[in-house]
């Protein structure tokens, strides 16, 4: 049977989405339209009169308004779908239903590092961290002495990596950049992932070493150290000076080996990047699947991004656990379209050009498909940049859609693995917390399969539903979780993916 060039979504919706590139004239069969202009694949079909300033609907949602009265067949994308905000009912809770989790006997396993207060990481990894950029050369070259030839005798750690950023100095000595600062990189000196941290400081930033240990709480012990180049002797003798003291730490962490624990260790921060007219039709909703499973199993899934859901927010507060809840997601959109007044950013209309030539008129569409990574279980909690994700199940952190700034703020608050979908390409990885990465399409997973770790498309070819794509998802969450090398983990990646929000027009 001849598979039909277009995807219905909903029944009450008035465009389909081409599967493949369909060329003017061409009948859509069981549409009982013949299409106007070339299509590319990705973008949407109008499947009847369209009037002009009448609502575009996509998955039922509201996507646009025409721009002019558009008769069945039009292509239809940023040329003729105009941008404009439109009331919401924000519903608070009137969707919420508790989870009915998977009772803790019966949970899925995998095997990850239980550390000594419980917390269960999927890596092991040393980590040399810098309060400001004027420690990130010997950083650097303090983890670099550590080649994976050298890490062989000791099998049970993964890598010694450096936290090097532009942060630090140049900036006011209090308030919330340094605030911000502070927590991402507490965060991930105690993300789970990490077994040691060196801390590396010139001596006279603004993010004064001991101040900052002071304000985050932390104490140096055996497996948590500082170093200050100043007091050292400068660069080459802090080099050294740090090989020492990661060697001194390589015996406790490789003394530490995975072991069987509950999947409800895992916490995967939910990302996209490179987004397609697919990306909202397969990769996101099969990783909404995933993610289902996982809180079913008393997991924890952080969406963020909250650029990328304005327009669609109103989907997940009317399931939010509470209208308090609810209320703290529309207050970091108010703040996002607050602060962007007069920009020329994507929360005002225009998504980037590679979105848009992918299939994506604006953010509404673009938000429709990225909040679907979230499934459909209820919004929990929401928290800011980088605070430490205590909550159970789907939870919301106010970041960017910068895809390297978001998820640095989801592991910051605890993620140990992120999912990454993406429909024109992405080549983004995560260190300490391995990225498994999603493609929305077959033609783009076949390009770059080097840097893809599942092909979504196969949803779009009709070879899949979105239920065996999102158990197949969930399978290589476990599978990397227990120490499977991701795609990413394989190229190197995630060094240099490592960007603290400066607090900034990063959207």
């Known amino acids: 049977m001849t598979k039909s060039p277009v995807i219905r979504l909903d029944e009450k919706d008035n465009v389909v989405v081409a599967r493949v590139a369909i060329a003017a004239g061409t009948p859509i069969v069981g549409e009982n339209i013949v299409t106007l202009q070339d299509v590319p694949l990705g973008h949407k079909v109008a499947t009847r009169l369209i009037k002009k300033d009448e609502p575009i609907l996509k998955y039922n949602t509201v996507i646009g308004f025409a721009s002019d009265d558009l008769p069945a067949g039009t292509w239809l994308h940023s040329h003729n779908i105009v941008f404009e905000d439109f009331q919401r009912d924000y519903a608070f809770s009137r969707d919420y239903h508790p989870v009915q989790t998977v009772p803790p006997e019966q949970r899925r396993t995998f095997n990850g590092y239980v550390r000594e207060d419980g917390r269960v990481g999927t890596r092991n990894i040393l980590g040399v961290f810098v309060v400001g950029n004027c420690g990130a050369t010997v950083a650097r070259k303090i983890a670099a002495h550590f080649t994976q030839e050298r890490l062989q005798a000791w099998p049970n750690v993964d890598n010694v990596v450096p936290y090097v950023h532009e942060l630090g100095c140049g900036m006011e000595m209090s308030g919330e950049p340094m605030d911000l600062l502070r927590r991402t990189l507490a965060g991930y000196i105690n993300n789970p992932n990490t077994a040691g941290a060196l801390v590396v400081a010139l001596g006279c930033e603004r993010n004064n070493i001991h101040g900052f240990f002071e304000q985050m709480g932390l104490e140096e012990n055996p497996m948590l150290r500082k170093l200050v180049i100043q007091d050292t002797g400068g660069t080459r003798k802090t080099i050294d000076e740090g090989i020492t003291i990661i060697e001194s730490m390589l015996p406790h962490a490789n003394a530490i080996k995975r072991q069987p624990v509950s999947v409800e260790h895992l916490t995967v921060g939910l990302q996209c990047g490179g987004s397609d007219g697919f990306s909202g039709l397969s990769a996101n909703p099969a990783l909404g699947v995933a993610m289902d499973l996982l809180v079913e199993q008393g997991g924890t899934a952080i969406l963020s991004e909250t650029t990328e859901i304005f327009g ?38 225009r998504v980037s050009p590679g979105n848009n030539a992918g299939g994506l008129a604006n953010v509404l569409e673009k938000s429709l498909g990225g909040a679907k990574k979230g499934g459909s279980s209820p919004l929990m909690e929401v928290y800011r940049y980088a605070y430490p994700v205590t909550q159970k199940g789907l939870v919301f952190m106010d970041t960017p859609g910068y895809d390297p700034v978001s998820a640095t703020g989801q592991v910051a608050g605890g993620a140990n693995m992120i999912a990454f979908t993406t429909g024109r390409g992405s080549c983004f990885g995560s260190m300490p917390a391995p990225t498994v990465k999603l493609a929305s399409n077959t033609p783009m997973y076949q390009r770059m399969e080097e840097d893809m770790d599942l092909n979504c498309g196969v949803v779009i070819d009709g070879d899949a539903t979105l239920r065996q794509m999102g158990e197949a998802i969930f399978e290589k969450i476990i599978a990397v979780a227990s120490g499977e090398q991701s795609k990413s983990e394989a190229l190197g990646l995630g060094e240099n993916e490592f960007v603290p929000w400066p607090i900034g027009v990063l959207a």
Not at 315 to 322: D, G, H, I, M, P
Not at 325 to 345: A, M
């Open 312 to 349: 669609v927010e109103h989907t997940l507060t009317a399931r939010a656990v509470t209208p308090e809840v609810g209320q703290k997601l529309v207050d970091c959109i108010n703040w996002w379209l607050e602060y962007n007044k007069g920009r020329d950013c994507q929360i005002n209309g």
